[in-house]
């Protein structure tokens, strides 16, 4: 069964610290995954997307890593900020069957000052 | 920017009632996504839809339909409300099946069944 598993469930870190959220997956054939970030009482917003051939992909204080051969992938914040506060969500995409998309729970993260 | 709206922020409703949730976006998107999200749990998809007047069933099409008549609106009804379809309902679009699959979500509707 195809399945997207993110820990920790929730995380909180004090304003200014590093972080790691994991993702774990057993969707194959693999597509891509990403990451999005959701901010309280709004929609997902895409952070990354990582294809099968990237290791490592950074957009800002955001780092995504992919291990396409243990199927894991993190997402590591840098220098956090209180607007980093949200769900971090982790979605692998497969590459039969409709190219099926499955979302991980999420990861709530509080920024705390 | 792709920009995806959806009707309500929130709603209440009672049980029994026929519900009706509103998607536009204005990408001139193919397909478009309807998906719930509780807490501890993925987001979920209902329905989705290729092009205009086309639908699929996705993971939980139970107690909802849906209806796309024109390329940028997707709406989804829940025909007799219930309780356990009190939850947020996210609305999604992306501009093609394959390829990278970006989805850009609305802000989503907090439905409360009563």
């Known amino acids: 069964k195809n399945q997207v598993e993110q820990s920790p469930q929730s995380l909180i870190i004090l304003e200014g610290k590093n972080c790691t959220l994991q993702?774990?997956?057993?969707?194959?054939?693999?597509?891509?995954l990403r990451w999005y970030k959701q901010d309280t009482g709004r929609g997902p917003v895409s952070l990354t997307i990582?294809?099968?051939?990237?290791n490592t992909k950074s957009n800002g204080r955001y780092t995504a890593t992919l291990d396409a051969d243990t199927k894991q992938s993190s997402l590591h914040i840098t220098a956090s900020q209180l607007s980093d506060s949200a769900s971090y969500i982790c979605?692998?995409?497969?590459?039969?069957?409709?190219?099926?998309?499955?979302f991980g729970a999420g990861t709530r993260l509080f920024v705390k000052a | 920017d792709v920009k995806v709206t959806q009707s309500s922020r929130y709603l209440v409703k009672r049980t029994g009632e026929k519900v009706f949730l509103e998607c536009v976006q204005d990408?001139?998107?193919?397909?478009m996504f309807w998906y719930r999200q509780d807490p501890g749990l993925g987001l979920r998809l209902i329905y989705f839809s290729y092009d205009v007047k086309m639908k699929e069933k996705g993971d939980i099409p139970e107690g909802y339909s849906v209806s796309r008549e024109k390329k940028e609106r997707f709406s989804l009804i829940l025909e007799s409300a219930s309780t356990n379809q009190t939850s947020m309902y996210l609305c999604a679009s992306r501009r093609r099946l394959a390829g990278e699959g970006e989805q850009f979500f609305g802000p989503g509707t907090r439905l409360t069944v009563l």
């Open positions: 990408m001139d998107h193919e397909n």
């Open positions: 979605v692998v995409r497969g590459n039969t069957g409709g190219f099926k998309t499955i």
């Open positions: 993702c774990n997956y057993t969707v194959s054939p693999f597509s891509n």
């Open positions: 990582m294809t099968f051939s990237e």
